[in-house]
């Protein structure tokens, strides 16, 4: 059989790979960001609700069966009335000719966009650190990376760096805000530095902002989208996964210019037909009540903060995020003779899984690094701090 060139060198993700290795040895899996948080109210409202509309749907058509091909109309308007509250991003949630597409998971979304906007060998500037499914997404579709690496503790880059990467084919430039695996959070004048630079050589801006309500510090989330100029050639896209502790729902969403929102709603229904209805159905209050989701951030700093200190104590040397849920940690203290030997050796040692840093980085890169999720239930990450502890006795 002949299979295609672009996927001959697919592999498990190395993110979702250690997860299994964890779970084999019955360990606690600080690898994968599942989210396996306590359970909110606003959680168990969203899977009574998503049960509700399951059994409203064996009497009627919308709940167990397709829904618009751009989501269910509440669900398009609460998240046009979120958008505006939270992000003061402006979106139409009109089903045909509107901005907002509901689509299966933040995934969806980028498989939806690329599929839409590139071409031949676009080029598309990516941070380094990165998330690897902005890469899959991207590569699927036959376009390239071009990495921005990300310099110093702090993570800076500049105007030159941008322009360092810039070549006729670069079609756009993804920002991911609240950064997975590194926990930058843009600041406005990071995202003046990219506006302008979309503006001056006629980019798309992609943002991914899945984490957009765990910040940190006083952190604040600016989307791009909002800065003057930027409505009209950025896609925010952004997913209740995390904020709602459903990572296997999938559901996410994308605000887009009209045209390119319509085409990206078009290829969700040819890809997938639409987001699972009675989930769809299932998240709408939570939605409506997002103010709600402005506590998560000091539940997860505790637990950042818990998980930061005990990292610390056991030798490795981190720098403490600002946002999201990861922490990327230097084991080199700890004297393994890789990434990979890191990881299993925590995992062999003590049972605890994380994941390794070359896994966010362009080849021989990241493997002085290791990423932890935090993202965990009190009981769970207390005992993985007691082994992290052990590990060092
Ligand atoms: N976003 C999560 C992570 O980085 C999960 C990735 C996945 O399994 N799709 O760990």
Redesign the pocket.
Known sequence: MKIAKRVQNLQH?D??RW?RIVEEVGGINL????CQVEPRPEVRQAVEDAHAAMLTGLEKVGFNTYTHYSGIDDLREAIAAKAREYNHLTADPDPYNGTIVVTN?A?GAFNCLFESIIEDDDEVLIFEPF???HLKSLALRGGTPRFIPLRGSSYEFDDSDLRAQLTERTKAILVNTPA??CGKVFSREDLSVIARFCQEHDLLAITDE?YEYMLYDGAEHVSLATLPGMAERTVTVTSF??TLAI?GWRLGYAIAPRELANKMALVNEFSYACAPSPLQHGIVNAIRNHRQFLTLRDMYQAKRDLLVNTLEQVGFQVTSPRGSY?IMADYTRLGFSDDVAAVEGLIRGVGVGA?PGSAFFSPGKGKNLI?F?FAFNDTGLHDACARLRRFRA
């Open positions: 993700s993110i979702r997860t690898a994968q960001g599942i998971g995934t998330y690897g499914y997975n695996p899945v996964s995390k990572t990861y994941v990423r999720c």
